[in-house]
């Protein structure tokens, strides 16, 4: 078993940019990832849940880790990391089988989806995941994949050897994120969603994973905590995030046409074209586009130095 430690840092899970004809756009992909890099993320996600990997079929799904697996090459340090998710294990074992062929550094896994698994089915999930020899990061969306993860559960998934990592989405800090943070004490570190990303630098996050379009307001907050020390402007954290609270939507347990407003957001934040998503979703009603559009220069007014 490999002895991978997954860094610190902010991580972008990428969208999956289509053209009008709902065919993957390599080079929007590429574009994106280079655009990331600018930002300074220290790795990027590929075909994560806003990149749409339940709408590609595999051979799709494995021509992007190609491209992702390609642009990032060019960017010195940056980690590539696979959204291996599938309903059953053997997929996610074909999906690892071609992370490691291209020398992805670790993979982020959802439990088993559709059927409503047990502790037992979602553990065995993630044990033959980790056997692949690929590292993997525990992905906890409970509202997508149907099964919520007591502390006491992740306690047990942290235990097994390749379980290097946990993408958390909850938000509640007292019923939720302190008693998860408590329990795993540093065993495995913890990286939040964008929507709580200062409290989870207060309570001992390594990070986030981050949706695209929150990647420049989280790498600005980011560096704020990390170079600022004693001296950290907490008034100011506390105002940008406030502010991306109420500039982007809420994820996809909340907010209907959520992968459409992902990728509208997405293509505002970037300036690259993300496309629409394939059918039957649908990008958000033009009230959301305008209420972006006024919003979205009070954040960047925020981060700019």
């Known amino acids: 078993m490999s002895d991978f430690k997954l860094a610190r840092g902010i991580y972008a899970m990428l969208v999956t940019p289509f053209n009008q004809a709902e065919e993957v756009d390599h080079e929007a992909l590429r ?9 300074g993320v220290d790795g990027v996600v590929a075909t994560p849940s806003i990149g749409e990997f339940a709408c590609l079929s595999n051979s799709e799904r494995w ?16 980690q590539k990391i696979g ?12 999906h690892a089988r071609v992370c490691k062929e291209l ?33 993997i990061v525990v992905y906890h969306n409970p509202a997508l994949s149907k099964f919520f993860m007591q502390r006491e559960f992740v306690g047990r998934l942290a235990d097994i050897p390749g379980i290097v990592g946990m993408k958390e ?6 019923r939720e994120l302190e008693p998860l943070f408590n329990t795993i004490a540093g065993r495995i570190p913890i990286f939040t969603t964008f929507r709580v990303f200062t409290t989870g630098l207060i309570l001992g996050s390594s990070g986030g994973f981050i949706n695209a379009f929150a990647v420049p ?43 459409g407003t992902t990728k509208m957001a997405t293509s505002a934040v970037s300036g690259i074209n993300m496309g629409p998503p ?18 979205l220069p009070k954040l960047n007014e925020l981060i700019s130095d």
């Not at 959204?83 to 074909?94: D, F, H, L, N, Q």
């Not at 989405?169 to 007292?174: A, L, N, P, Y």
């Not at 990008?283 to 919003?295: K, Y």
């Open 31 to 39: 574009a994106e990832i280079d655009w990331c890099a600018e930002q």
């Open 63 to 78: 021509k992007c880790f190609e491209v992702v697996s390609e642009q990032v090459s060019k960017h010195s340090g940056m």
């Open 83 to 94: 959204t291996i998710a599938g309903p059953c294990s053997r997929e996610v074992v074909e």
């Open 103 to 135: 020398g992805y550094a670790a993979a982020q896994l959802i439990p088993p989806y559709y059927w409503v698994p047990d502790e037992d089915e979602v553990y065995r999930h993630y044990q033959i995941a980790a056997e692949t020899g690929l590292p």
């Open 169 to 174: 989405v909850k938000t509640d800090r007292q």
């Open 217 to 259: 307001a989280c790498m600005k907050m980011w560096r704020l905590f990390n170079e600022g020390g004693e001296r950290v402007d907490r008034q100011r954290l506390e105002a940008i995030q406030n502010m991306v609270n109420e500039v982007f939507p809420r994820g996809g347990e909340d907010n209907k046409r959520h992968i």
């Open 278 to 295: 394939r059918a039957p979703y649908l990008l958000p009603e033009e009230r959301f586009v305008a209420q972006l559009q006024e919003n």
